[in-house]
């Protein structure tokens, strides 16, 4: 079964801003909506003091000036060339590529013969060499268990180095008995609260539900993704579009 690779952008506007103005490393950054509204990216250290995403900017006026938090107003066009260099690089690992989003794409590593972690590794350094865009990365035998990967590879970046491969059954429990059901690819907010009705909390849990349930409360469309975080392959390039979907 060929593997996948899911590749996320780490704070990507913010990263961008980083890109042409050094200076703020280490430092809180925030972006705010069209017109100066809301915080729509956070750097992590912006993150750390509270800043929330969405948050309207005047909330934050005094934690902006007490922390020397760096505010920037969307520059969509610059975001959207750096995103262009990143999905360009990524394509010379695999032709086989879904952009999902400006800063996150699938690559369909069919046909490659290599060692994964060590292939992922590779990415992740030719992105950051050449565009200092710092990037996370998920490999596993499905779509929905490489973005699964990448939310490891953020939250332990230490013990990854970035970049998680789930090449085993032991490896696949353990880290859909520490995602939340809430955070799970596809699953939305309506569903996590029916789930959590049923006492269903974690991602391992909803594997374990009889197709049945799953496919007459969550429809066909449940009923694939379950599979696919259990390593069925159902989930194919193109075929998951919005999170809110199910």
Sequence with gaps: MPPFAHIDCNNFYASCERVFNPALAGRPVIILSNNDGCAI????????????MGQPAFEIKDLIEENDVAVFSANFELYGDMSSRVM???????PLQEIYSIDECFLDLEGIN???KAYGLEMKKKVER????????????TKSLAKTATR??????SQTSGV???????????ALKWLPVEDVWGI??????RL?????KTAYQFTNLPDDWVKSRMSVVGLRLKHDLMGITTLRLDEVKDKKNI
């Design 164 to 174: 998680h491969n789930i090449d085993t059954e032991e490896k696949r429990v353990k």
């Design 41 to 52: 990216a956070r750097s992590n250290e912006a993150k750390a003091l509270g800043i929330k």
């Design 130 to 141: 050449w565009t200092h865009i710092p990037v996370s990365i998920g490999i596993g035998p």
């Design 152 to 157: 490891v590879a953020k939250k332990f970046p």
């Design 196 to 200: 959590y009705a049923y006492n269903v």
């Design 114 to 116: 290599a060692d994964m």
């Design 188 to 193: 939305g907010r309506q569903h996590s609260k």
């Design 88 to 94: 360009s690089i990524l394509r010379s690992f695999s």
